[in-house]
Each structure stands twice: as C-alpha cells, then as structure tokens.
C-alpha cells in the first residue's frame, strides 16, 4: 500500500531524521568555531600588518621597556655630553632632522618630541621605514587603552578628518604648508601611527585578513627570517639592502663607508638579546648569488674570535663571509660585558667579514668627524 501525502508514519520518519541531524549540525559547527575562529581571535604577528616595499624592519619585543632602560643609562649621559654629540648638534643632518619634526608636530597637532615617544610607547612594537628622504613610516605597538586615551595623539583626534579602511575608523591630517601628513588608527589594544595615508590604510585591511601584499611575504624579509639563528632576541632589525644601498641617504650617511661592498649582499638580519650581566649580538647578510659553502670553518673561527679579548682580537679571521652561501651567510655572535648598560659597540665592518675592529667610542674625536658633514 503506497504512503501518501498525510501518511503519519512518513512525517515520523522525517521528524526523527531531523532530530539527528540538527545535533550533529550543531556539534560540527561548534567544532569549526573552537578550531578556526578561536585561532584567528588571537593576536597577529606584528610583521604580518606592513605593507610591502619596505626598506628595513625593527621590532622590539618591549619597546617600551628598552625606552626607559636608555633613559636611565650612563651611556645616555655619556652620549649627551660627548664632543661627538656636540658636533652632531650642529650638523646639516640635524638640521634636517629638525625640520621635519617640526612639521610633523605641525601636522600632527602635538609636540613631536621624547614626550609623544614615551606616551605611545607600549610593548611588543614595529617599526618599518618605506621613503627614508622623505621619512616616511609606519609604526604599530601594542598599547593598553587605558594608556592609549590619555595620549597627546588620542585628545587631539578632533582636528583630524575620520576615514576607514579594513572596517575600522583611522584619522588623519595634513599639515598645509609642508604637506606632511600624521594618520593615526586604534585597534583593540594596538595603536598604529603612520605619516604617509597609504600605509595606515594598508595596515588596517591587513589587519582584517585583507588579500594584498605584506612585507612579511616578501623574499628579502622571509629569506633573512629563516637564516637567522634561533634564540630570543630583544630587539630585531631586517633590512633590504639591495634597495637600501641604492638610496641617497643611506650613500651619504653609512658611516662604515662601504657601500661598494655590500652590493654583493641582498638582504641582512641583526638580533640584539639582552642576558644576565651582557648583551648577545647575532647578525647574518644574504648574498645575491651563491659562493663556495664554508659554513662549519666560519662559525669554529667565529668562536674563537669571541673568546679572545677586545684589544686582542684579529682585524679579520681567516674565513670571509663573502664565501658564505644562502641561506646563511657570515653568521656571528658577539657577547659583551654589560652589567648596567643596555649598550653594545658595534664592530667597525670594513668587509662582510668576521672583524673585531669597532666603531670610534662616544668621545672619540675620529667619530666627531664622521657628523660634520651631515
């Protein structure tokens, strides 16, 4: 006998088909939401917000930290009552310098001072420079709302104009005369500052899982990533020097004066990391083309480098980091002696090689000379 449309025992059948299904559907549901949308709730990694075509990126672990250890340094005291600081202040660098923070402060509508650089300040930061000529960049730091509405920056907002981008609301403003602009963006607990619109607006649709191009696909950046050496580090620098050596600024004030040979190199990472009683610096540069793979010979000469005192050590150890393949190339570690300094002397680096020799000391009129010419 064939079921019709008032068949109760078909409806039966329908009625306990759903009840099986409807719990499932909701147990899988809330699987998929402990899985995937509890992962992307957390915290993105601070070098997946920049957009690409940057020159260089630095990121502190604890910016705000590391801000207040140098203010309370010797070495800061040292540095501001050095003949090297004094030349400085009369250089045509500082002049420049000065120039454009007062028409960044003009734009901004707040002091552009160490007070605004204390005040937004927070932990985890970046810091990426895109135009170094026209001082363009973008800066993203995780800061506590608390702090963040009591920012020079935040009181200030109603003089910008309100744009958005990614979802979220950034402000911005143009100084009329200098044509400098300050744009500022508020995202849970991070504060992104940026001086060119573009940039802000970059940040935020990244930020929103946006499809474009970020600094942190970019093969300069990744490459110098993962040759670096593993550890902690407290303060990290990646830098595209193919497209940094070809600036203006980067010619003129490159104190070690060896920009003809750093062609050869394509990209470089240092790491800072701060240990119980002296500072460890690990470095690596990447070359363009591949040389003979004499890695184990560099890191035993490395070793022994370190080991011999200061006024001891060799100009340059016998392996050169020109004959270092990718991905690793001339990778040292230096440790110094630093119980109440955040402070390291970086070695003067005639060649990309292993070297002992350091820059002129705080004082040293050799390093005065470098300023003059600004």
């Known amino acids: ?13 329908i009625r306990r088909k759903w009840s099986a299904l409807v719990p499932a559907a909701i147990t899988a549901a809330a699987l998929y939401w402990s899985i995937f949308g509890f992962a992307q709730t957390g915290p993105p990694a601070l070098a997946s917000l920049f ?9 502190a672990k604890d910016f705000g930290a590391l801000l207040a250890q140098w203010d309370s340094a010797d070495e800061k005291k040292t540095w501001l009552e050095s003949p090297s600081y004094q030349v400085f202040q009369r250089s045509q ?8 923070q007062g028409e960044f402060a003009a734009a901004a509508g707040v002091p552009a001072d160490y007070g605004l ?15 170094i000529g026209d001082l363009e960049f973008l800066y993203v730091t995780r800061l506590p709302q608390a702090r963040l509405i009591q920012t020079g920056l935040w009181k200030a907002r109603a003089s910008y104009q309100t744009r958005n981008a990614g979802g979220a609301i950034y402000y911005v403003k143009t100084d009329k005369d200098s044509r400098r602009v300050a744009a500022f963006a508020a995202a849970g607990d991070l504060l992104i500052l940026a001086t060119k ?23 300069w950046f990744t490459q110098a990533v993962q040759a670096a050496a593993p550890g902690a580090h407290d303060l990290r620098m990646v830098y595209n020097l193919e497209r940094l050596t070809r600036t203006a600024q980067f010619r003129r004030h490159w104190l070690q004066r060896n920009v003809a040979e750093l062609a050869e190199f394509s990209a470089g990472l240092t790491d800072l990391e701060k240990t119980a009683g002296e500072i460890r610096e690990r470095r690596v540069l990447l070359r363009a083309t591949r040389g003979a793979d004499r890695t184990a010979g560099e890191a035993a000469a490395g070793q022994l480098v370190v080991l011999a005192p200061d006024d001891r050590r060799p100009e340059q ?9 990718l991905p690793r190339c001339g990778f040292q570690e230096r440790r110094r002696r630093s119980p109440s300094r955040w402070t390291l002397a970086p070695k003067r680096i005639l060649k990309p090689a292993l070297t002992s020799r350091r820059w002129p000391t705080i004082g040293d009129p050799r390093r005065s000379a470098l300023y003059a010419n600004g």
């Open 117 to 131: 650089a204390n005040s937004i300040a927070g932990g985890n930061s970046a810091l990426a420079m895109y135009r």
């Open 317 to 325: 150890s016998k392996t050169n980091c020109l004959e270092v393949p």
């Open 197 to 219: 619109e573009e940039l802000i607006g970059g940040a935020l649709e990244l930020l929103a899982r946006s499809s474009r191009p970020a600094v942190i696909a970019e093969p």
């Open 51 to 59: 957009p690409s075509g940057a020159l260089l990126y630095l990121e």
């Open 1 to 13: 006998m064939g079921e019709t449309e008032g068949d109760p025992m078909k409806h039966r059948r």
């Open 93 to 100: 660098l500082l002049l420049r310098l000065s120039s454009a």
